[in-house]
């Protein structure tokens, strides 16, 4: 199976006061080269981040307009990608688990495509979908402009995937970031923490 990837990280981290939530590190590895690592291992060809920088191996792209919202996101990272593959994997920036998450979900992918669940909960930025089901769901949108994961995956049969527990936790505060022992490069701690 031919997979490729898109990660978004174009959020404003409003919750983290519009820190640079994608450069965060754990062990010295940035959330969003860590993102990476876990696609390419989980088989991808090809990813693309959508936000404003990408990685050496993982071009960006960006939405428009900025912060349009994460289907803007996705729509923009789909023209990016070839449209070849049989699956489309689509993950937020800021789940530093999500590497054991990936090989349950593409393992499990099926038709329109499938979404991971995690602890009784459907995780929307942790889906495999195919991409002309992905095209024909984003078409049937009145507007991709702040528009809602949920509108979006609606309209598609996405078969739900038990992943491992906690897998797909994320990081949204600074008591998440510690929680995963995550702190901006420079500093080591997150400065303007409360």
Known sequence: MIVD???????RSSRLHHSDKQKLQIGGTTLLQGSVDAVFASGARRVIVVGDEGTDDAPAVREE????GPVAAI?????????????????ACDMPGVASALPTLLGAFTGDGV?????????????????????????????????????????????????????TDDIDTWDD???????????GVPHDHP
């Open 5 to 11: 990837a898109l990660i978004l990280a174009g959020g």
């Open 75 to 91: 729509a923009a990272g789909l023209r990016a990608l070839p449209g070849d593959a049989d699956a489309v994997l689509v993950i």
């Open 177 to 187: 970031a510690a929680r995963f022992g995550a702190a901006p490069a420079a500093t």
């Open 115 to 167: 979404i991971a669940v995690d602890r009784g909960r459907r995780q929307q930025l942790t889906i495999a979908v195919s991409p002309d089901a992905l095209k024909a769901a984003i078409a049937r949108l009145p507007t991709i402009i702040d528009a809602s994961m949920r509108a979006l995956l609606g309209s598609l049969d996405l078969v739900e995937v038990v992943v491992p527990e906690g897998s």
């Open 65 to 68: 307009p900025a912060f349009a």
